[in-house]
């Protein structure tokens, strides 16, 4: 069982940065891979960044390559998303997930928090 908790949205301009956090609660935190979705109104939840339990293993979602970044640090329970180069259609509710596999699809990912909202200005 893995309880998770997203903090770090907020409103920004676009071409600015966000790092979002995400917080877990678990004993086996560092068995899961751990992606983030986002979800903008309307639309389908998509797919964004995950790592996996090996932290040298990053994939990314081809619209934010190259402007975020995933890490983790397995010692303090923590997953993070840096952001940079935001763009206006980066607006949406984002999500941290823990999956036992690495995916890109949401269905493969069990454990979810509630989310943080990142709103980029044009």
């Known amino acids: 069982q893995v309880s998770l908790v997203e903090s770090g949205g907020g409103l920004v301009q676009a071409g600015g940065s966000l790092r979002l956090s995400c917080a877990a609660s678990?004993?086996?935190?560092?068995?899961?891979?751990m992606g983030w979705f986002r979800q903008a109104p309307g639309k389908e939840r998509e797919f964004v960044a995950g790592?996996?339990?090996?932290?040298?293993?990053?994939w990314f979602t081809d619209s934010v390559k190259g402007r975020f970044t995933i890490s983790r640090d397995n010692a303090k329970k923590m997953v993070y998303l840096q952001m940079n180069s935001l763009k206006p259609e980066d607006t949406a509710l984002y999500y941290c997930?823990?999956?036992?596999?690495?995916?890109?699809?949401?269905?493969?990912?069990?454990?979810w928090g509630q989310g943080t909202q990142v709103t980029v200005s044009s």
């Open positions: 790592i996996g339990w090996i932290v040298t293993r990053t």
């Open positions: 997930a823990a999956s036992t596999v690495t995916g890109t699809s949401a269905w493969e990912y069990d454990y």
């Open positions: 678990g004993r086996t935190f560092d068995t899961y891979a």
